[in-house]
């Protein structure tokens, strides 16, 4: 069958500012060392399976031309701009209904734009699995990362290990992101996988169980898809699209739906939630520190620290998050990297949006 | 009788790098919130006392476009180029010949170009009573700071009470940097002083105790005089000058010679010896920090931040001097601020001399 796939690409990332911008959020930089972008590295890692001319990437109408810099041989018509944010159930309905315009029936493989992967063919090889489920029935299948130590910072899923389709396993529910203590039960039982956000299933699948548990929001999107190709096509759905109620996929469907599967994914998955994961990616060296670019260190330790052009000189600093850009130089305490959105908060309130 | 002064400008100050470089020490940086240089400020508080016109500026000569920038009016030939650096005794020895030149005999105030005074007044007034000191007499009197804590990082200077001269006091001795404990003992006793490296003394005083004490650099010393606005000027400067041996005045003259008197300062002195000064210098606001330019904290306290033209941005950080140039930004653990030295020492190891 088609394999085609939807990268989601809408999101803000305000976590890595100042590197990241409303101009510019997480998907479109590049936080590993080889240059690429957050994007260009997930497109890059799902060619084997998928044909470009095959991927969709659903995002606001301000990015699309950065999806085009950053994707060339794209087509213009796959970059699907969401006339505001509605969570991913809306965001994976648009897409569903392209796709079903397009080919009828295909593998739709739903993907976020700003995560990383470290072994791209153990990812290809589970994603090939997944599809084999999607394919053999009206599967929902998602990809849960086997987790390795408690983190608190993702959902999980629990699976029945007694109930198999392939490498898959039956999904028994969603949990919220628990306690360190729930989170230590759940990794040791074995039964639990952090939810990645991955999907692979038939868009005839995913569209028939929007039919059904999101009746209203699956009405919209068939007058959307009746316009595609149309020159009411963008009218359509800046009409329609903001009225959709906004909810995740996971609420939406996963929870709800029948013939829920997890494939376990082994293959270096980080979110790349903050400033901190990137010591994770790119490594540290002897002094534990993570540096890039211009940058000269005396008696530190510890440290991440992103230079732009400028040189960044530390003396006896530990443990500090330091990222420079053009216009603005953040320095952070690693206990605090999750307190940026509090200086974005302070740049508003304070005339200093053009930082934003 | 005449008032001169010489105000010694040849220093690098490496310890306020990134702002400090090679060709723009301390001296020629504005480090308060008026803006004005600290050679400036200098200048501007001895102008009760004597003219634009009479104040030498002994430099290094690739400062001396910096010093006719920074103070407008100066003859150009009261710009004093040393060859090279000599410690202070040459180099006031450099000074008194030209003033000896010029005036014959005269009041010659000896003062550091790159410490800072917070009532001018009290220290016009005190200056006023080292003249008056060194005019009855062939008397060398330096003005002493009156310590108000244990500082380890200054000279020390003991008077003997009971020897009085005007506002003056005898000198015992000079001694160096002491420990904590001598320090405290120091101050407690009440005879101690802090040694600022200001000095006041007839011309015809410093010249006589040079001829006794430093013969080999007077003898230089009269024939750079003899060359004073001869066409050979320069040449005899930078023929004779380099052979002067390299020693403080304290050592050379203040510590050996008679007629030693120190006048009690008491008008908010600061060395400004590193970027821990500024906090003193410029006062803290609740969150005890000391912020200059565009910056924006969150959670962040006890911290002295220098922005430049960019956005400095912190969360939740403590104790950090930040200090941002157009091409270095410096992130240092106050603790730390002596050591930029040990930084400067890696940049010349790097191949990054740009930044020095």
New interface residues.
């Given amino acids: 069958m088609k394999k085609t796939a939807l990268i989601m690409a809408g999101g803000r990332g305000e976590r890595f500012?100042?590197k990241s911008r409303q101009n510019l959020p997480k998907q479109f930089l590049s936080l590993t060392n080889d240059g690429k972008t957050m994007i260009q590295l997930t497109v890059e890692r799902i060619l084997p399976l998928v044909h470009l001319e095959d991927i969709y990437i659903a995002t606001n109408a301000s990015y699309k031309n950065l999806v085009l810099e950053q994707l060339p041989g794209l087509p213009e018509e796959n970059v699907l701009c969401e006339p505001v944010g509605r969570n991913t159930a809306p965001c994976i309905g648009l897409g569903a209904v392209h796709i079903n315009h397009k080919y009828e029936d295909a593998i739709m493989m739903v993907l976020p734009s700003d995560h990383l992967i470290k072994y791209n063919d153990s990812f290809a090889e589970t994603l090939a699995q997944a599809c084999s489920v999607a394919e053999s029935g009206e599967n929902l299948v998602t990809i849960g990362i086997t987790p390795n130590y408690p983190e608190t910072g993702y959902g999980y899923i629990k699976t029945n290990k007694d109930d198999t389709l392939g490498k898959s396993f039956g999904v028994e529910c969603f949990v919220e992101k628990p306690n360190y203590d729930l989170a230590k039960a759940y990794v040791e039982s074995g039964d639990y996988y952090w939810n990645s956000g991955m999907f692979i299933w038939k868009v005839s699948s995913i569209l028939t169980n929007m039919q059904h548990l999101m009746e209203d929001t699956y009405t919209g999107l068939q007058k959307i898809k009746a316009a595609i190709g149309t020159p009411d096509e963008t009218a359509v759905l800046e009409r329609i699209f903001p009225n959709f109620v906004s909810d995740s996929i996971d609420y939406s469907i996963m929870e709800k739906a029948a013939h829920i599967y997890l494939i376990p994914g082994n293959f270096g998955w980080d979110d790349v939630g903050s400033w901190l994961a990137v010591e994770r990616v790119k490594g540290t060296d002897a002094s534990n520190n993570t540096l890039t670019g211009n940058v000269?260190t005396?008696?530190s330790s510890n440290c991440t620290i992103e230079g732009h052009e400028?040189?960044?000189?530390?003396?006896?600093?530990?443990d500090?998050i330091?990222v420079?850009?053009?216009?603005?130089?953040?320095?952070?305490?690693k206990?605090?990297a999750g307190?940026?959105k509090?200086?974005l908060a302070?740049?508003r309130e304070?005339d200093?949006e053009e930082?934003l």
């Fill in positions: 500012w100042p000269v005396v008696d400028r040189l960044i000189a530390t003396v006896g600093i530990q500090l330091i420079d850009t053009a216009d603005a130089v953040l320095v952070a305490d206990k605090s307190d940026i509090k200086l302070v740049l304070t200093k930082y």
